[in-house]
């Protein structure tokens, strides 16, 4: 497998661990209590500054290539390029509720989470048509060469959390992360 998809792939693995989070923090919300808002505020930010600005663009690029070869499931990989912009529309819906908590407007508490549920969903269900359908078209289809090219075109930014991570900035997450890998390094 080359490079740039490993790397898509593992981005995947790693979104998914948020969403993960996104859930328990939404059922702790639910339940009444205050989550960290902190914490969701930065999982947005990541998401905002790295799946928007690095990941979606080159899966747009691996998309756009296979359909330049004229694959069978066009359909497939023309609704994950148009869908790109909507998860990030429907991130930043999220994330201007929770703002409006943090500067205590009045705000629905069902109408916030279900912000929060929707993004969730979203991506989730994106993720699983790429990663069940899409990923592997991308794999019989292109050629090394293929790889090559798109790897020069695609965008180069580190992740900033998984990465080389960000401490400063995603205080709250790099903190949560850092407890939640202790564990496995001592048992």
Do not use: C
């Not at 930043?92 to 509720?97: I, T």
């Not at 069902?110 to 969903?121: H, K, Q, W």
């Not at 991570?165 to 202790?182: G, I, K, M, T, W």
């Amino acid at each position: 497998m080359h490079a740039l998809m490993q790397r898509l792939t593992q981005d995947h693995a790693r979104q998914k661990k948020l969403l993960a989070l996104f859930d328990s923090l939404l059922d702790r919300f639910h339940e009444g209590a205050e989550p960290d808002y902190d914490l969701m505020n930065e999982m947005l930010e990541y998401l905002d500054s790295y799946a928007d600005i690095v990941h979606h663009p080159t899966e747009d690029l691996v998309f756009q290539r296979v359909l330049d070869k004229g694959v069978a499931q066009a359909d497939l990989f023309e609704l994950l390029m148009r869908q790109h912009p909507g998860l990030s529309q429907v991130g930043k819906r999220f994330r201007q509720s929770l703002n409006g908590i943090l500067n205590e407007e009045v705000l629905l508490r069902e109408d916030v989470e279900a912000d929060g549920r929707e993004l969730v969903a979203s991506m989730r269900t994106h993720m699983m048509m790429e990663d069940g359908d899409a990923y592997p078209l991308a794999l019989q289809t292109l050629d090394d060469g293929d790889w090559e090219s798109i790897a020069a075109q695609a965008p180069t930014v580190e992740d900033p959390l998984f990465g080389t991570p960000d401490p400063v900035r995603f205080r709250a997450l790099y903190r949560y992360l850092s407890e939640q890998a202790e564990p496995e390094t001592t048992g």
